[in-house]
């Protein structure tokens, strides 16, 4: 919004109903233009560096921010963070970790592997509401990114 | 205590090798003393006996014998060396003791040396009967105390008694001669000499290395323990030599005393005897004066020669008169004639040839003359006399005759000097007068027959030593052989105005008489008291071994008891335990370290993996008490890999040097099995519940929330709104009521409700399939079930469950395969029977292999599973003792299970089929 240029969130979600609140909230308070889900870790990492003779969309357009859940299938969210922060590219797409766990080892596991942020998925439809816009206030409004066109 | 221990035994055989060492020592040194010609060397003093050679050629034979068996007792051939000397010297002992008891002496005893005459009585160069006497005891202990002898007590102990006399009658010669009283001198027979006596006391100390008891000599003794026995002996030879010499000088004061009272009284006899034969003479001499120059004798005498009538009667009246009142044996008268006028008594003896050889010369003497003791004749009686010239006054003293007064001296002479003070048995006085080159005894010999003045001893000789000495001269006390050769001590002394010589004697055997009988008390009493000394010590000795014995059998019974103890410690503990040297060498190991490792383990290297920490020199305190644990894969007997956890410490001996090691190790296998299984269900239990609560929090996430939005929607009234977020809340219930459903049966997995059974495979996977009929059916699947006839043995409803699971699990990925195909089929690997459920369907991604079996692990986020059910497979699988592993070419190409179950027993699963 300060940059006046659209921005494009990769999420991370195997609970389509969760993808589906997510999608509302941040289009409710109008954080993100554009808003890709894909339903498992493999799945993302393909998104992102590509699969099966497919370009993953690191090198044209990558997501301005990655809303990662921890329990994946396939291919675990703490792997994807990993595998993230591993590629030179795609590091400093911030990645804000959004799961229902609470558990210490997670978080502690989340934040030594890269993570920006660590979001417990509250229990009821305001809190969620809330978290949702003042994570898009912060992320996308507040928070500078550097220029993509550099990476 | 290692070397600082020594041992009675030895004691005793250094002492025994010493006593025989010093026993030949001594013979050899008579020999070379007697082949020097210094018989000095074999007889330790002047006029002492010395020892035979006969006898020194016995002590080096007996004393080299004793010598090399008791450093050498195991030699064979030196014991029977040993016993061919002794045999032969016991029967050269015999002989020469009896001949020497009846003084038969053989030459031979000389070998051939020069040596001859005769000391106290006794021909040199033969071996005294008591000396043989000994050498046959040394030879009776000999035997007695032979090795072939240990099982008779009494002969051991009549051996050991034979030792001691035999000490004792050295000792008891020994300390004669050191008293200066030697034994058997004089005796008549040839008495042992000072060197032999020595060199006896030296065998009895060879002799008891071998006949002392045995409990002397076997005890092994601590270094403290020979020191007291050191000071006791040591002690006991101090205290006795401190007896020995307080009884040497008590005897020396006694015998200096005895002897100054015995030379008192021979001197005082000697001057007052001297004293009363010169009274006596001069008496002599004035009865002689009472006829001379008498006129009124010389006229009568005249007369009676004249033969007037009467004159010859009064003569003869006065003759008698003297002759009877003066004691003397014949009183005449000798007319110038030479014959015999007139005499008292009248017969008619004629005069003797002695006075007749004088007349003349008496008939010119001026006053009496006194005659000394002659024979009157040739062999005739001895007699002295006193002459008087008598002269006729009137006629110019013309000499009419010789008066003679003769004296018998058995009358007064011979008594008086017979006569002693004292009763003696030897006490003699000895009339001597020098003749020419020698001496000539005057009265008769208390111990000759020879008549008197038949006697006559040479000057120069050393026959009679004190009257000869007497004779030339000397006053005072002398000692020499008289003239029976026998030693005497005599005072010597001059009978004034005489030519005579007094001897006044007395045998020394007789003068020491009282000193041997004093002697042989302090040598009883002297002998006594060492051997009480040597009793005291010996019971000192015998109550501190004693204490010894008892203190080594409190010891040893507390070892025992330690060690009993030690050993149930030891087959009570599990645990192995194993003592290993210094090289790690295995030297002991428990019953369970036997059980585990095998026989062979003894003397084997073990190779603890974890070496104890240490140098195998010295150990510093810091390591001494530390115990070292370890862990270590080791082979078991039966060839299976355990795990030991050992706990090694190391022996220390005493000079802080490593001995070795203790070990412990028990076999930790099943416990580390136990605890990685444990540590697999809490791994899975915490999977579990973290699990658990995000997945069951998602669903309850959607409900809630998109109940919130339910309520906007309905507010909002629309309604197409409204049915989404319904379908989002019942699809998370169900999803909800889905997973709680699984959970419920993975928990009861593990609870093992249903006890084992044996069920054919067919049955299970016909149950199986019946139960998923209705989505095989749905999906088109076609299914084929071999026919091979496989047992299984398990949970029925728990193996029906795993079928199941697979065969939903293969329905539901099947993928958009056209002709789907599940197989369920066995084959055999090994001795196992494998089972496999393949499908041709979507396979699996091989990069996530390793997720296929986690909880609640989905490899397709889109799948209506809730990622339980491969979990249960394997946990079923599991409890069935098998394992399972999934096969798949890749996505898209099918995919296999393959798992293995407990089979019934050992046996063949596809018997009785």
Known sequence: MTRGKAVKILLVEDDAAHAEIVRRNLRQHRVANRIDHVADGQAALDYLFGADGQTGCIDGSPPDLILLDLRLPKVDGLEVLNRIKADPRARQIPTVVLTTSAAESDLVSAYSNGACSYLVKPLDFESFGSLMKTFGYYWLAWNAFPDGDAS | ?913
């Open chain 2, 1 to 913: 205590m290692g070397e600082a221990t020594t041992s009675a035994g030895t004691e005793f055989q250094r002492w025994a090798a010493a006593g025989a060492l010093t026993a030949a020592a001594l013979g050899v040194v008579a020999l070379a003393g007697w082949l020097a010609g210094q018989p000095r060397l074999a007889a330790l003093g002047e006029d002492l006996i010395p020892m035979a050679p006969s006898t020194a050629v016995f002590f080096l034979l007996y004393g080299g014998v004793l010598f090399a068996r008791s450093r050498y007792p195991e030699q064979a051939r030196l014991r029977v060396v040993a016993l061919l000397v002794f045999t032969g010297g016991t029967l050269a002992a015999m002989v020469l003791g009896l001949l020497a008891s009846t003084r038969t002496y053989l030459a031979v005893e000389r070998l051939g040396l020069p040596m001859e005459g005769t000391v106290a009585g006794a021909p040199v160069g033969h071996m005294s009967p008591l000396t043989a006497g000994c050498f046959l005891l040394v030879g009776v202990v000999y035997f007695l105390s032979r090795e072939k002898r240990q099982d008779r007590p009494l002969l051991k102990m009549t051996a050991w008694c034979l030792t001691l006399l035999l000490g004792l009658v050295s000792g008891v010669l020994l300390l004669a001669y050191l008293y200066g009283a030697p034994l058997l001198y004089h005796s008549g027979f040839i008495p042992p000499a000072a060197t032999t006596s020595s060199a006896f006391l030296g065998v009895t100390i060879a002799l008891s290395g071998r006949a002392a008891p045995a409990s002397w000599r076997i005890v092994r003794l601590s270094a403290t323990f020979a020191h007291t026995l050191h000071l006791l002996i040591g002690g006991v030879i101090v205290l006795g030599m401190v007896i020995v010499v307080a009884g040497y000088l008590y005897f020396r004061q006694h015998a200096e005393a005895h002897r100054a009272e015995t030379i008192n009284h021979l001197t005082a006899v000697a001057e007052l005897k001297a004293a009363e034969l010169a009274r006596w003479r001069s008496e002599r001499l004035g009865d002689g004066s009472i006829f001379f120059h008498n006129s009124d004798f010389a006229s009568l005498m005249r007369r009676a020669l004249d033969s007037v009538p009467g004159a010859d009667q009064q003569v003869l009246f006065w003759l008698d008169r003297v002759r009877t009142a003066y004691h003397y044996d014949r009183v005449f008268f000798l007319d110038y004639g030479e014959r015999i006028r007139f005499a008292a008594p009248d017969d008619p003896e004629p005069p003797g040839r002695y006075l007749l050889d004088r007349f003349q010369t008496l008939l010119a003497a001026e006053g009496p003359v006194l005659l000394d003791l002659h024979q009157r004749y040739p062999g005739g009686p001895a007699n002295m006399a006193v002459a008087v010239p008598v002269a006729d006054p009137d006629e110019g003293r013309t000499p009419l005759g010789l008066m003679v007064l003769r004296i018998d001296p058995e009358t007064y002479l011979y008594p008086f000097l017979q006569q002693w003070p004292i009763f003696s048995r030897s006490a003699e006085t000895l009339l001597v007068r020098r003749e020419k080159q020698g001496i000539v005894f005057l009265n008769p010999l208390r111990f000759q027959d020879a008549p008197p003045l038949t006697l006559k001893i040479d000057l120069g000789g050393d026959m009679a030593r004190p009257a000869v000495l007497a004779a030339e001269g000397h006053r005072g006390v002398v000692q020499g052989p008289d003239y029976r050769g026998v030693p005497v001590v005599a005072a010597v002394g001059q009978v004034p105005d005489a030519p005579w010589f007094l001897v006044a004697r007395m045998d020394r055997a007789e003068i020491e008489a009282p000193l041997r009988e004093l002697l042989w008390v302090l040598i009883v009493l002297v002998t006594a008291l060492v051997l009480v000394c040597g009793a005291g010590a010996g019971l000192i000795w015998r109550r501190q071994r004693t204490r010894h014995l008892q203190e080594q059998l409190d010891t040893a019974q507390r070892l025992r008891q330690l060690s009993l103890r030690q050993e149930a410690i030891l087959a009570a503990v599990p645990d192995i335990v194993l003592e290993t040297d210094r090289d790690r060498v295995c030297t002991w190991v428990n019953a369970p370290g036997l059980a585990f490792f095998g026989q062979d383990i003894v003397g084997a290297r073990v190779d603890l993996q974890h070496a104890v920490a240490v140098g195998p020199e010295e150990v510093s305190d810091n390591h001494r008490d530390e115990v070292v644990s370890a862990e270590g894969w080791h082979r078991r007997r039966d060839g299976e890999k355990r795990l030991l956890a050992w706990r090694s410490r190391m022996l220390v001996d005493d000079s802080g040097r490593l001995g070795g090691t203790i070990s412990s190790a028990r076999d930790i296998s099943d416990q580390r099995q136990v605890e990685e299984q444990l540590q697999q269900k809490n791994d899975e239990l915490m999977r579990f519940t973290y699990t658990v609560s995000h997945d069951l929090k998602s669903p309850l996430v959607t409900i809630r929330t998109f109940l919130g939005y339910l309520e906007s929607d309905m507010q909002a009234g629309d309604a197409a709104a409204v049915a989404d977020d319904l379908a989002y809340i019942r699809s998370a219930a169900d999803k909800m009521a889905r997973l709680l459903d699984e959970l419920l049966a993975l928990s009861r997995v593990g609870r093992m409700v249903n006890t084992f059974e044996s069920v054919a495979l067919r049955k299970v996977v016909q149950e199986a399939l019946s139960l998923t009929a209705g989505r095989i059916k749905e999906r088109g699947v076609r299914v084929t079930v071999t026919t091979d006839p496989v047992l299984l043995y398990g949970d029925r409803s728990r193996l029906v469950e795993l079928f199941q699971n697979l065969v939903d699990n293969a329905v539901k990925f099947m993928g958009d395969q056209s002709r789907p195909h599940i197989e369920i089929g066995t084959f055999r690997d090994g001795d196992e029977t494998v089972l496999y459920v393949r499908d041709n369907g979507g396979g699996i991604d091989p990069r996530h292999h390793d997720k296929l079996f986690g909880l609640f692990e989905k490899l397709d986020p889109d799948s209506e599973g809730t990622g339980i059910g491969l979990a249960l497979v394997k946990r079923i699988v599991e409890v069935h003792q098998g394992r399972i592993w999934a096969e798949s070419e890749g996505k898209g190409r099918g995919a296999a299970f393959y798992f293995t179950l407990n089979t019934e027993g050992s046996g063949d699963p596809r018997q009785g089929g």
